[in-house]
């Protein structure tokens, strides 16, 4: 058995009076152990598992580059996931105890969850494990619909079942028959206290940089290939590969038809470049069809980031090729500062700091120019709107569509159920963790904590093991990001220019033209096929607009049909919004409203 298998597996672990009968009956799952009446195992695949001489048992679904998994059952201070470096999600116990003690990876890339109803408790790595437990109601979490529909995933601790949670990013949970504990024990830190000057900072950052790099390089030389975009991240991770030496680096790029969308050039680009072997594919809009239905298959929530649907193509390309493992640029944006919105939000925040007069003053210009048909006069307005709100409110404006419609939208039931703040709430109190930090530094600190763990690692993690690879993110290293937390916010975006030092790091490492690229992401272009694509819109119509999702009770059936045909004229892009709605019924359809 390899690592790489056991992340792939599953497994449950419940307590009890029922536990053993529950779990026997399932024939998907092998029932694993007995632990003196109080646990009971069940597996699918292989995990890794062990016992230690003071009789403690574990459990893991791992990849850990640095660390063993069977330090944790016998240490002191119960925290030895600050030492490991890697993917895990960890259990251990005691055959004379009820108790379970559960971990998640520093940002929660192997999810587990959890929930403890009528003196029954159980752990499991997928959530659809446990819609049958017992106890367990398959009632939806109207709360963490609604986040659902600001965020297109559901953050944790909130699960789209009201009775299972799932286990937040960094966190230790404690689980018994007596209740449960929660305690985090990571979060990233941003004390800005590495001086030196530019040329000094980034020859230490390419050596870190380098180093955690080839760190994350698989010790096979087959079997394993990496992610690559065409973006500075995914292509600073191949090239430095490449250079490493050894077999020749393998890469698996996915493309569009369609202008504007397709970044094949650079990642082929990049390939050349250092000599990597480059495999790459298209997605049109017949086939994103069809991996409509993957992303319901693959996802155990509700899913609706669009760009699953590549991601989930990139990992199909990776298997066809026999890989078991890919490595991603997953959080370079975040630790070196990528994002566009960072140089946006900087403009804002400046903004924000005038004098109160002088911002009404601004206000009132923007309020009087815009709400036409004039891009730019529009643009003035919602600039002076979203610049007089503080972070995070401000920066909650990207993720907004249920709040921004949200009397249009939601039904008066749901409404009467959560309020229109409920996600603006829950950003808040992701905002206010963790220490004092610059202004850059927190919104970067959120995006790891919500971007990255919630939503990113969400979406690579369910395609990369619907077909049977597992992945690895070594921009996420703890190490790594604690020295980019230590380098202050002016080296990642000094005045508008992003990842500032990370291109003096790279810039004999990457091409001129991948360092001067604009960036442009992983989406697909939904918007284009909505309106174009008969099939599709079909689809969108059949589900959205029928019986069975009016009689769900959450969305208003009028203001749907509206948003659906405003965007099939063509008066406005809703296609975002229109995938999660289809999403997110889809997939209750499949997995919430009937046992399987």
Request: hydrophobic share 40%; aromatic share 10%.
């Amino acid at each position: 058995m390899t690592l790489a298998a056991a992340v792939r597996s599953d497994f449950i672990l419940a307590g009890g009076p029922q536990a053993a009968q529950w779990l026997a009956r399932r024939q998907d799952f092998r029932l694993h152990g007995d632990h003196g009446g109080r646990l009971h195992l069940a597996v699918r695949g292989m995990p890794q598992q062990g016992a230690t001489a003071s009789g403690g048992r574990w459990l893991a679904l791992a990849d850990l580059i640095e660390g063993r998994l069977e330090d944790a059952a016998g240490d002191a201070d119960g925290f030895p996931q600050k030492r490991w470096r890697g993917r895990f999600a960890y259990a251990d116990w005691r055959d004379d105890s009820d108790a379970i003690r559960v971990f998640t990876d520093h940002f929660g890339s192997l999810p587990l969850y959890w929930y403890q109803r009528d003196g029954h408790y159980a752990v499991a790595s997928d959530l659809r494990l446990l819609l049958d437990a017992p106890g367990v109601r398959r009632e939806p979490d109207p709360t963490a619909v609604y986040h659902y529909l600001n965020f297109t995933c559901i953050p944790a601790p909130l699960t789209i079942c009201r009775d299972i949670q799932r286990v937040e990013p960094g966190t230790r949970l404690t689980l018994g028959a007596a209740g449960n504990r929660c305690e985090r024990y990571y979060l990233p830190e941003y004390p800005a206290d590495l001086h030196g000057s530019d040329a000094q900072l980034a020859g230490e950052l390419r050596e870190r940089i380098i180093a955690t790099v080839q760190d994350f390089r698989p010790h096979a030389d087959e079997g394993w290939g990496c992610f690559l975009s065409g973006g500075t991240d995914s292509s600073s991770i191949v090239s430095i590969l490449a250079r490493q030496g050894g077999a020749q680096v393998q890469s698996c790029s996915i493309g569009f038809p369609e202008a504007g969308y397709d970044e094949l050039d650079f990642a082929r680009l990049a390939g050349e470049a250092c000599g990597a072997r480059p495999h790459l594919a298209q997605v049109d809009h017949h086939r994103a069809l069809g991996l409509l239905d993957s992303v319901i298959e693959a996802y155990d929530q509700p899913f609706g980031n669009a760009s699953a649907v590549p991601t989930l193509a990139c990992a199909e390309l990776g298997h066809s090729h026999r890989f078991s493992l890919m490595l991603g640029g997953d959080g370079g944006d975040e630790i070196f500062g990528g994002n566009q919105r960072y140089a946006k939000d900087k403009v804002m925040e400046t903004f924000y700091g005038l004098p109160s007069p002088l911002k009404a003053a601004a206000r009132a210009l923007g309020n009087a120019v815009g709400g036409g048909n004039n891009h730019l006069l529009n643009r003035v307005r919602n600039f002076t709107r979203r610049a007089s709100l503080p972070n995070p409110d401000r920066f909650y404006t990207d993720d907004s569509f249920a709040s921004d419609y949200y009397d249009e939208l939601l039904t008066p039931e749901l409404r009467r159920q959560v309020g229109r703040d409920a996600s603006l709430e829950f950003m808040r109190g992701l905002y206010a963790t963790g220490s004092a930090a610059e202004p850059l530094h927190r919104i970067m600190r959120l995006d790891l904590l919500m971007a990255i763990a919630q939503n990113d690692l969400v979406k690579v993690h369910r395609a990369c093991k619907q077909h049977g690879v597992s992945a690895r993110f070594p921009y996420l290293d703890p190490a790594l990001v604690e020295y980019c937390g230590r380098l202050a916010a002016n080296y990642k975006v000094r005045g508008l220019n992003k990842r500032f030092l990370f291109k003096q790091a790279m810039a004999d490492i990457l091409p001129q033209e991948i360092l001067r690229k604009r960036k442009q992401g992983f989406g697909l272009p939904i918007a284009i096929w909505m309106k174009d694509d008969a099939a599709l819109q079909a689809r969108v119509r059949d589900v959205l607009l029928d019986e069975r999702t009016r009689q769900r009770g959450w969305v208003n059936p009028e203001f749907i049909e509206q948003l659906v045909e405003l965007h099939m004229a063509g008066g406005w892009d809703h296609s975002n919004a229109i995938w999660q709605l289809l999403v997110l019924e889809l997939w209750m359809r499949s997995h919430m409203d009937a046992p399987r």
